[in-house]
């Protein structure tokens, strides 16, 4: 099955503790990114990566680092983590860029920083 | 940047009912696609919708590239049609293409 596969699930942790959310696709897609999810301000991209080894900022990068050095795994790593980095996060993946290409969602990871 | 809007930002439906949600951008899109956000979080891919009109069941999707909206119709509603519908848009910025989300729907279907 097509899919995007995204963990843990949910995460409590607290201030400073780094952590890592895995995101793996295998659909063979070129383009995958990570989004993040708050209240009133809709999904918001935190990086996104056009192919191995090729990563950039999307609007809220603050706080994030991300890898690609295979295809299918996009990891998201919060080096020290804030309480303002509470979120629900997703993954996405799509063949190649967004131009004419849909996005297909991982099931999301809510993180809470305590 | 490009900005998404969403209308109505809540909506309250008797099973049964028909509605229209209107997702209105400000400038040209390569093309725009509609998810619903069931309440377990789960973002749900509905339409990939840059023109024209598409339909899958009781739901259907029209997009006027022209005059910059899109349109969902939801048919006889159901209650496990509650959540959140967004739109989200592809526009070329200067950095590439940018896919960007309206801030939803939400969606409350009543039995």
């Known amino acids: 099955e097509a899919q995007v596969t995204q963990n843990p699930r949910y995460l409590i942790t607290v201030t400073g503790k780094k952590l890592t959310v895995t995101c793996s696709q295998n659909?063979?897609?070129?383009?995958m990114s990570w989004y993040r999810q708050d209240p009133g301000l809709g999904l918001r991209q935190i990086y996104y990566?056009?192919?191995?080894?090729?990563?950039d900022k999307g609007d809220v990068p603050e706080g994030y680092k991300v890898s690609r050095k295979e295809k299918r795994n996009f990891p998201l790593i919060l080096e020290s983590p804030s309480p303002n980095q509470t979120s629900l996060y997703f993954c996405?993946?799509?063949?190649?860029?967004?131009?004419?290409?849909?996005?297909?969602f991982g099931d999301g990871t809510r993180l809470s920083i305590l | 940047g490009i900005q998404v809007e969403q209308s109505p930002p809540d909506l309250i439906l008797q099973e049964g009912a028909n509605s229209t949600l209107r997702c209105n951008f400000s400038?040209?899109?390569?093309?725009l696609q509609w998810f619903h956000q069931n309440p377990w979080g789960q973002l749900i891919n509905l339409f990939y919708?840059?023109?024209g009109t598409k339909q899958n069941g009781r739901l259907s999707a029209t997009t006027v590239a022209t005059e910059r909206y899109s349109l969902l119709y939801i048919s006889s509603s159901q209650t496990t049609d509650s959540g959140v519908y967004f739109c989200?848009?592809?526009?070329?910025?200067?950095?590439?293409?940018?896919?960007?989300f309206g801030t939803g729907t939400r969606l409350a279907v009543r039995p």
């Open positions: 996405a993946s799509s063949l190649q860029g967004f131009g004419n290409q849909p996005q297909h």
């Open positions: 659909m063979n897609h070129e383009y």
């Open positions: 990566s056009m192919n191995v080894e090729v990563t």
């Open positions: 400038d040209s899109v390569n093309n």
């Open positions: 919708i840059p023109s």
């Open positions: 989200a848009v592809v526009a070329w910025e200067s950095s590439g293409d940018k896919l960007t």
